[in-house]
């Protein structure tokens, strides 16, 4: 096994015994990221003087008997957390040469487990897109298929994960930016509780859903790095208080008398056969080590891509009103007024994608159109939070894809509703605030990743974990890796 | 629900966007889709339904009014496209 393939795990035992220093594993993943980069293209900014420094840290954290979990662990973020002194794109040309003055709270408690920052991944701009190809900056392929999508908005963050240019990423979640690439990639990716990772230096796309969540190698490591950055933070008015478990505690504890819930309207929106075959023989698995299958139902299913789609647009049309060339991002030095400032500068730094989903939330924030867009879409939300409390009753864990279908070819969805619809199975987590993670389980008949998706209630990520570990341990090791 | 394209140029002037002629036009065909998806939501009967801005019942998050140190002038000023060493630069408002 080479020193790049290592879990977290792995490797923090690996340093932890002395037996191979920080700065030789990060020298190999900068090594592999040189070797594979062009290929999969999942950074925006690799930083190798500041990787080798934080690693010199890190070996004398180690040498002085101090090892905190991530000590030492090369971990790359996703180009949307601010990292201080380091660029911060948000894969947009309006923030392409944006140095933050601080560093984001998940950032920050990275660095206090001792984490090695590799570099920062490439993304949807402005974290809009479920492809990762509406970024000017770089546009990731997919490591099992160069040809194909990684997925989105975290696009890059799954990439890196899956070609081994990190041990684990951190990425956001706001529609299924997490699970969905996670799933396409075939890693493990974690969507928080909403509340549970500060969001304080994310850059905010849409506030009441955004969430900050690992993207791992493997189960375990999903554990280690969620415990890395859960935690409220005073800076976060929307932070939680909850107290965090120990979620690496909580693995390997038998699934028996665990109820998981089968939502029948997440097997009615168009399911590719092979998705619903790997998915339904990890049901049959789970079944058999003693679990409770049921059929639930979910009756709103269907209505939660239009309800976000009014509520995320409307939302990013207020967070992205900041970016007006006059304190950072690009400026127009043609403009010869204030306004023309604002509406020559924001044209221009802005994509396609970004610039379409400001004027849906502008429009259903507008005068006569607020009640029967953005409020009637917010009761929406209500009932679909009101369907997850009733399924809730019944089960312990939902259980389902993530996407209706493996990766696509890049460039083959050009009509931005088709896209849309790719989410129909993630984005109910979102607007009812709940923990979900996408978890691989088989590949299609083109050898590309498919992911099964668990839901759980509200800050029950031990229950999600410990599900997946023995859900993990069941299917046993991973017999093929993406060749690169 | 169709759109006009008056109708998002309307938007886009409140956006502060600048959009040339022939993306109002994609825009259009576009959000007409769209608004045309999204009028799904007018089947559900939502009598009565309280509407939810946030999925967890949070309240107001109130620390104490305490002075605290905070970004430096420099380091606010150091992403300006510019800057005269104590403020943003502008052009004229009108």
């Known amino acids: ?484 | 629900m169709q759109i006009g394209s008056d109708k998002v140029a309307e938007m886009a002037r409140l956006a502060r966007l600048e959009l040339e002629s022939d993306e109002i036009k994609a825009l259009t065909v576009e959000l007409s889709g769209i608004l045309e998806y999204v009028a799904k939501l007018q089947q559900l009967d939502t009598t009565g339904v309280e509407p939810v801005s946030h999925a967890l019942a949070v309240v107001n998050a109130f620390r104490e009014d305490e002075v605290a140190p905070s970004l430096s002038r420099e380091e606010a000023l150091a992403n300006a496209p510019a800057a005269t060493g104590e403020a943003f630069v502008v052009p004229k408002v009108f």
């Open chain 1, 1 to 484: 096994m080479e020193i790049h393939q290592f879990t977290i795990a792995q490797l923090a035992a690996q340093l932890a015994a002395r037996k191979l220093s920080s700065r030789e594993a990060t020298e190999a993943v900068l090594a592999r990221i040189e070797a594979t980069g062009e290929q999969v293209n999942a950074y925006i900014t690799v930083d190798r003087e500041g990787a080798l420094a934080d690693a010199e840290a890190a070996d004398r954290r180690l040498a002085a008997g101090e090892a905190p979990t991530l000590c030492g662990v090369p971990i790359a973020v996703k180009d949307l957390l601010c990292t201080k002194g380091l660029r911060t794109t948000g894969g947009s040309k309006i923030l392409e040469n944006f140095v933050p003055p601080y560093s984001a709270t998940a950032v920050e408690k990275l660095r206090e487990a001792g984490a090695v920052l590799v570099g920062k991944t490439t993304l949807d701009e402005f974290a809009m897109g479920s492809s990762n190809e509406h970024c000017p900056l770089a546009v990731p392929h997919n490591p099992w298929n160069l040809d194909h999508i990684c997925g989105g908005s975290s696009g890059g963050s799954a990439a890196a994960v899956a070609a081994d240019q990190c041990m684990g990423a951190l990425g956001t979640d706001t529609g299924g930016s997490i699970r969905q690439p996670a799933s396409h990639c075939g890693v493990v990716g974690v969507k928080p509780t909403y509340g549970r990772v500060s969001r304080y230096g994310v850059l905010a796309f849409a506030s009441s859903l955004d969430q900050v969540g690992p993207l791992t190698k493997d189960v375990r490591d999903a554990a280690l790095l969620l415990n890395a950055i859960c935690g409220h933070d005073p800076r976060d008015s929307t932070s939680v208080r909850e107290p965090v478990a120990d979620f690496s505690a909580e693995l390997g504890r038998p699934l028996a008398g665990l109820r998981f819930g089968l939502p029948r309207e997440y097997f009615e929106v168009g399911l590719d056969e092979d998705v619903k075959k790997a998915v339904m023989t990890a049901v049959n698995r789970l079944q058999e080590a003693g679990a409770e299958i049921r059929e639930i139902s979910l009756p709103r299913t269907e209505y939660g891509v239009a309800a976000y789609y009014l509520i995320a647009p409307a939302e990013a049309s207020s967070n992205l009103s900041r970016y007006d060339g006059v304190r950072y991002g690009y400026r127009d030095q043609e403009a010869r007024e204030l306004l023309d400032l604002y509406r020559r500068s924001r044209s221009r730094g802005f994509g396609r994608e970004v610039k379409r989903r400001i004027i849906i939330g502008t429009y259903a924030l507008s005068s006569g159109y607020y009640e029967a867009y953005y409020g009637k879409a917010s009761q929406v939300r209500a009932l679909i939070i009101d369907d997850f409390r009733r399924a809730f009753e019944e089960c312990d864990l939902i259980i389902s894809p993530v996407t209706p279908t493996p990766a696509w070819p890049l460039g083959d969805k050009s009509d931005p509703l088709s896209m849309y619809l790719t989410d129909i199975l993630t984005i109910p987590t979102n607007l009812a605030g709940l923990p979900g993670m996408s978890l691989p389980c088989g590949f299609s008949s083109k050898g590309l990743p498919i992911g099964l998706q668990l839901q759980a209630p509200h800050f029950r990520e031990d229950l999600l974990l410990r599900a997946a570990a023995a859900i993990e341990e069941q299917q046993g090791p991973a017999d093929r890796r993406p060749q690169l």
